[in-house]
């Protein structure tokens, strides 16, 4: 039987078709040319062979760096080798299981990510070339960046500075795996979505034609690279348009005015962002209103979580452009149903309908169940993973006869339209990115402090759900304030994981079969979040009751917080704890803070000013 040839370096048409001088990145205070990323990847290739990296065999990438990430993909792509992108702001504990579990042949990984793991640093068993570039800082919406550079001989890109490059066509097989991402289980056992070069070309097409990219695209994207829909919506999606992707850095409550302007300053055509920037921007300045209101402009394309409809709606009434809304899952590549941006995909509140793929919504007993019944998920299509690797039971579990089991729950009425009303599967959607309650349990449950834990997600307005973990002490032992436990948790797991709160609880309740019954846990997380903010505050001040607030937002102890405590000195302060900081503010002294008063708290004085001010 004759092996079907990918074409997905095909599809790359930007990399042979593109002018040369035309921008390819623009990320931070660099811009990219064509020629010069064609340049990179190319000498990348011949990297590969000189180090005798084969078809099919794995290379970790795990890089802050945007363009060498996106050239050590592309290479990887276009030779056939399989690319596993992992966290570079992982914990030291989590890197060291996703690169065991990878068995590549290359690693190439940040300084900070190799000096901060033992496994990477002493390593003899597979060469680790260093990345030369910022040093990663947390944040939930990309990485942060500081000052300070590697740029030795030895790292990327200068190791491949001086190579001769390699432009030849290779021969790749479609159903060769092109990309793992690990989507669970990163403190224990890890799980890792296949994608093949087929499923790539599946959605690229499919991408093409329906949101009708070209070449004359600026897709402005913040998402992490580490994620499907940063990097494969992001440079993956720009190399097949022929485009130019603009990188605007993480983004937080303070630094979204910054990406509006980068939007309007370089012409940008569309955004790709998750609800929880939506609803961040509905808190922006009147001045912001008319930036995405220019004859570029076509629409903002929200991914990776739930778009409630008032958001929905608020953020096209103000800002007058469309909102597609799209559902899908790292083992569907990216997407998999539409919400627009054609009408006749359009109903807001849903996630439209199926696109270049089939759905069905299944009983229990994997029965079709009749429209707006309830009911399983089910995907099948050419932008389906190959499985999970190298997890036979966990793949078996998920596909049946090429169907997916998306494990979350759904209607479809009589137009066709799909809604997610529910999930079967144990996770967590916080800001659009997945938090498996296994992971955090067993990261808790490896402090000999702790008997037993469980973690669950809290509806929460802006970030779709907070993580809460209960913990039951030994008995044997000190029992740990859950400021200790955060610092125990952040060996163990990289900040998109850590839970946003932890309670010390006498017991977990448990059913007849001993496990734990999650609607009472949910019911007793909720009384005790209640009862917190009832306290009585007596004689306490303002600036007291702030710090109070920013030392359960941030998980620090409040004895370390002061005044002049900011980001640069709080080690929980990202992305995701200032939003639950500034809502935990609002709520405490239950006050609504003006757009400007968000953007400019930089310090936590900053915070007991404006609120001192706001009462009067």
Not at 199 to 215: D, K, P, V
Not at 427 to 438: F, K, Q, S
Not at 443 to 470: K, R
Not at 480 to 487: F, G, H, Q, R, Y
């Amino acid at each position: 039987m004759t092996a079907i040839t990918s074409d997905v370096p095909q599809l790359l048409t930007g990399l042979s078709t593109q002018t040369p001088g035309r921008k390819c990145f623009i990320t931070g205070a660099v811009t990219v040319t064509y020629r010069d990323f064609r340049k990179q990847v190319a000498q990348t290739r011949r990297f590969f062979r000189e180090r005798n990296v084969k078809l099919g065999e794995r290379i970790v990438i795990a890089s802050a760096d945007d363009v060498a990430t996106a050239a050590l993909y592309t290479a990887c792509l276009l030779d056939g080798v399989t690319a596993v992108v992992i966290d570079p702001a992982a914990s030291s504990a989590e890197a060291t299981v996703l690169v065991d579990k990878a068995r590549a042949s290359l690693i190439f990984a940040d300084t900070a990510l190799i000096d901060g793991t033992d496994t990477l640093r002493k390593s003899r068993a597979t060469p680790i070339v260093p990345i030369a570039g910022p040093v990663p800082v947390r944040t939930s919406f990309g990485l942060l960046r500081r000052r300070g550079h590697s740029d030795g001989a030895e790292t990327y890109p200068a190791v491949v500075a001086e190579l001769t490059p390699h432009v030849g066509t290779d021969t790749v097989p479609a159903d060769g795996v092109a990309l793992i991402l690990f989507t669970s289980g990163t403190t224990s056992r890890p799980k890792g979505v296949e994608i093949t070069q087929a499923n790539i070309a599946a959605q690229l097409r499919t991408f093409r034609r329906h949101y009708g990219y070209g070449a004359d695209s600026v897709i402005v994207n913040h998402l992490p690279l580490h994620h499907t829909d940063g990097l494969n919506q992001g440079p993956l999606l720009t190399l097949a348009t022929g485009g130019t992707l603009v990188r605007p850095g993480p983004v937080t409550l303070q630094r979204l005015g910054g990406m509006m302007d980068m939007i309007y300053r370089e012409n940008g055509t569309h955004l790709i962002t998750v609800p929880t920037v939506l609803a961040m921007m509905s808190r922006l300045p009147r001045e912001y209103d008319d930036v995405l209101a220019t004859p570029h402009f076509r629409f903002i394309a929200s991914t990776a979580g739930y778009l409630d409809a008032r958001i929905w709606r608020e953020i096209e009434d103000r800002f007058k452009t469309k909102v597609v809304n799209s559902y899908g899952l790292t083992e569907t590549v990216m997407e998999a149903l539409y919400c627009g941006p054609t009408e006749e995909t359009r109903q807001v509140g849903t996630i439209g309908k199926p696109i270049d793929c089939q759905a069905r919504i299944v009983d229990d007993d994997g029965n079709d169940v009749v429209d707006s019944e309830t009911g399983e998920l089910w995907l099948l299509g050419e932008n389906i993973m190959r499985g999970y690797f190298d997890e036979p039971e966990f793949t078996n579990e998920v596909l049946r006869d090429g169907w997916l089991r998306t494990g979350d729950l759904a209607t479809r009425d009589d137009d066709g339209f799909f809604r997610i009303v529910g999930r079967k599967k144990n996770v967590i959607i916080r800001a659009g990115l997945n938090v498996y309650p296994e992971d955090v349990n067993s990261a808790l449950l490896a402090n000999d402090a702790i008997h037993a834990a469980a973690t669950i997600g809290i509806e929460d307005d802006m970030l779709g759900e907070s993580v809460v973990s209960c913990v039951v002490a030994s008995d044997s032992v000190e029992v740990p304030t859950p400021e200790a436990l955060i610092v125990e948790c952040r060996k163990l797991l990289g900040p998109e994981r850590m839970p946003n709160q932890i309670l010390l609880v006498d017991e977990l309740p448990l059913g007849p079969s001993g496990k734990v019954e999650l609607a009472k846990l949910r019911a007793t997380v909720m009384s005790r979040l209640c009862e917190g903010g009832a306290a009585q505050h007596g004689d306490v001040t303002v600036g007291q009751r702030v710090l109070a607030v920013a030392a359960r937002s941030f998980n620090e102890p409040v004895n370390q917080l002061t005044p002049d405590a900011s980001e640069e000195s709080i080690r929980g302060w990202d992305s995701l704890s200032y939003l639950e900081f500034i809502m935990a503010l609002e709520r405490h002294f239950d006050l609504k803070l003006a757009p400007r008063d968000v953007m400019n708290i930089r310090r936590l004085g900053d915070a007991v000013r404006i609120v001192e001010e706001r009462q009067g």
